[in-house]
């Protein structure tokens, strides 16, 4: 009799794992697939209204629309890319500001796709563009400045574009990759207007410490982190890079700098977005008056 019910118990429990293993495993897989396929597809367009001190009234209602962390590669497809600059260009943007890496260091550089899709981006006044790190890899920073050129994509290699309306003025400074590039802070500061608003474009956006130490600007645009790319409920990214640590996610708060990092369209390493979905952002500039 005993034994009759240790084996009807035993029966009941194998029963109970074999049930909890293929719900796991469903569970799992429809995780997989969901980042997989579905997250990475899913764009998230965020408009944010942002007042800046030293904004002069002449670009109230000014917009800036970023993007970062392209990552050229099999997993950026041209029906994904072009998706995403259809996307850009419906909000009618002053200025696009790419935060760097536009390859992926990974994968061959596919110059004629960047070169076709970027071309048709289309603001007001101008596509600014930085460096990151993949950018440098390998010395692929030759053909990407190259392909940048032909895509009509200004990239401010430590140098400043100033905007100015009669007389007012909206500059933005790019630093190249604080890592594995050469930058020149210094050179930038030499090259800022002593009056108007100051933008900042790098793609590290922990270097906002550094930044913020300055006094001189009062937004800095910033990559890499991916927002983590893959996040755990409850617990967070899985991963953060060097210089994406601190501040991984949208908008950061720095003494009199306000820094943002954009989650980024693209993928490295594992190809896979996990509550952490791809990000055009759309920044509305206000003066205080």
């Known amino acids: 009799m005993l034994n009759k019910h240790l084996y009807m ?16 495993i469903a569970f799992f897989l429809a995780c997989f697939l969901y980042g997989w396929i579905i997250e990475p597809n899913w ?5 944010i209204q ?29 029906k994904r890319l072009d998706k995403i600059v ?12 790419i935060t760097g890496d536009f390859d992926s260091k990974l994968a061959p550089f596919n110059a004629h796709l960047l070169i076709e899709e970027l071309t048709k981006i289309n603001p007001q006044e101008i596509t600014l563009a930085v460096l990151g790190n993949h950018d440098h890899f390998r010395h692929k ?38 890592y594995v590039g050469t930058p020149d802070l210094k050179l930038v500061l030499q090259q800022l207007p002593t009056d108007g608003a100051n933008i900042a474009l790098v ?44 501040y991984s996610l949208g908008l950061n708060p720095i003494k009199n700098l306000l820094e943002y990092t954009n989650r980024g369209i693209g993928m490295t390493s594992i190809p896979i977005r996990f509550n952490s979905r791809p990000e055009v952002t759309i920044f509305i500039l206000n003066s205080i008056n």
């Open 203 to 246: 793609h590290e956006p922990d270097f906002a410490d550094r930044l913020a130490q300055t006094d001189r600007f009062d937004l800095q645009l910033s990559g890499h982190s991916h927002g983590g790319q893959i996040n755990i409920p409850g617990l967070g990214p899985v991963v953060l890079p060097i210089g994406g640590q601190k």
């Open 141 to 178: 920073e030759v053909r990407v400045r190259s392909a940048l050129i032909k895509s009509n994509v200004l990239e401010l290699n430590n140098s400043v574009y100033t905007i100015d309306i009669n007389g007012e003025k909206l500059s933005f400074a790019g630093i190249d990759d604080p």
């Open 43 to 47: 764009i998230e367009v965020v408009p």
């Open 86 to 97: 259809t996307l850009i260009n419906e909000q009618e943007p002053d200025i696009v500001a």
């Open 9 to 24: 118990l035993s029966t009941k429990i194998l029963e109970w794992f074999r049930r909890v293993t293929l719900v796991s």
């Open 50 to 78: 942002l007042t800046l001190p030293h904004l002069s009234s002449a670009f109230d209602g000014f917009k800036i629309v970023q993007i970062s962390d392209i990552h050229v590669s099999r997993y950026m497809t041209q």
